[in-house]
């Protein structure tokens, strides 16, 4: 096993050698349901033995991104509305296409974009009217447009996206890259997901640690929130100030301590410890990281108004801050699932989000960090070319809307070495399949590790007798990507 494979040892290091020394907790008690699976503790001082989970590591080898923003479209939007023209659509509109087509549901006629596309840039890369605002920095920008996926259906879609596996319980991308490089703030979470309004279709599971240790899951905000004490429920305490609450946590720490020793190794005990001791530490940086009041106006104005332009800015300033990953989903469930009227509700939706994302580009550009912030926007999957057709009782009186497609979709990268001011692969000429430098979600996530400075295959957590991995048994590093 290399060096970023797991020692169970650790753990009992921990708790031999660091529960002696340093308090445990009951600051901001009510936290301990938002990172009740937190397992280990992010920071700890020098110790007999001790390493923090979440102590910056060197990857395997140099690798220009050192953090990542993933923009999730949840839902599917459309790739030949977005990012991916297809003039035949148009000259086929309202007519059946000359191939076979594989549907999860019934559909019908080619459907031409309701949206027009231009060229953007030096690099002259066509991109739809949804997403001006994004266009305007294609030259840092690399579009995959022959991605694929295995169903159609977005609950294994979403798990594949995220955890590199449809079916079985496993660590998400966020969980293997604060396992592999540690965090760089002690006092946020390495690994935080915002979604506002709720969870997104499989909850939690998309941001899960599975097998990992539970210091590496991510952490769930609520976005929709505004006033920091809604966005982190108890994130202060009102009641007693900080000397007063070490005081309660030291306490809390010989009791821990008395009750842990009669249970040996108690992995859950041991999570609720750090998640206590976690949410007593965020008291001093959540607090800034969260406010966006604290930014200029002139920045505020740049992103906008709105959920999404409020989420988009505060990823910025928790990457800034040194948090590893930061996952930014546009809403509760799959709103980006347009089985009806694609131009209304794609419009609506790019609306909300594209001048915060072009915003997020630029401004990581002008501070110096997109040349190491790696950003990914995308959806679990794209839709199809033709219309689909009413169905009674799924979706009757649902007009010119797309059905699900994994066959092909667009993704893009921009930043911490992608190559920008690229199309990577093509769909063929209708947009239904990916036909030219396929690339599998193991392909992508192979690159993004790649991106990071490890070797997908050697990234491993011994688990259940066997060596896993991201990619599992699959995966290669699509070096056209690169820079």
Known sequence: MNHHAFNPEHLALTRRGFLRRCGMGMGALGLANLFGNLGMLNQAKASEGYAAPLTPKAP???????????????GGPSHVDTFDPKPMLTKYNGKALPMELATERKTGAAFASPYKFQKYGQSGIEVSELFPHVAENIDDICVIRSMMAE?????PSLLLMNCGDARQIRPSVGSWVTYGLGSENQNLPGFIAMCPGGYPIQESQNWQSGFLPGVYQGTYI??????????????KNNYEPMPEQRQQLDLLQALNEKHRQKRKEDAQLEARIQSFELAYRMQMDASDAFDISLEPEHIRKMYGEGTQARQLLIARRLV?????FVQVWHGAGQPWDNHDDIEVNHRRLAGECDQAIGALLKDLKQ?????????????EFGRTPVVELPTPGA?????????????????????????????????DEFGFKAAEDKVHVHDLHATMLALL???HEKLTFRHSGRDFRLTDVQGNVVRDIIA
């Open 60 to 74: 395997h080898f140099f690798g220009k991104a050192k953090r990542v923003i993933h923009i999730f479209a949840n």
């Open 222 to 235: 609520n976005t929709e929130k505004t006033r920091i004490e809604e966005l982190i429920e108890n994130i």
């Open 151 to 155: 169903v159609p259906n977005h609950e």
């Open 395 to 427: 979706n009757a009186g649902k007009i010119n809307g797309r059905d699900h497609n994994h066959y092909g979709f667009s993704m893009w990268l921009a930043g911490g070495g992608v190559r920008g001011g690229h199309v990577h692969g093509a769909t």
């Open 320 to 324: 800034e801050r040194g948090v590893r």
């Open 367 to 379: 501070r110096g960090m997109l040349e190491d912030t790696l950003v990914v926007w995308g959806g």
């Open 453 to 455: 400075g490890f070797d």
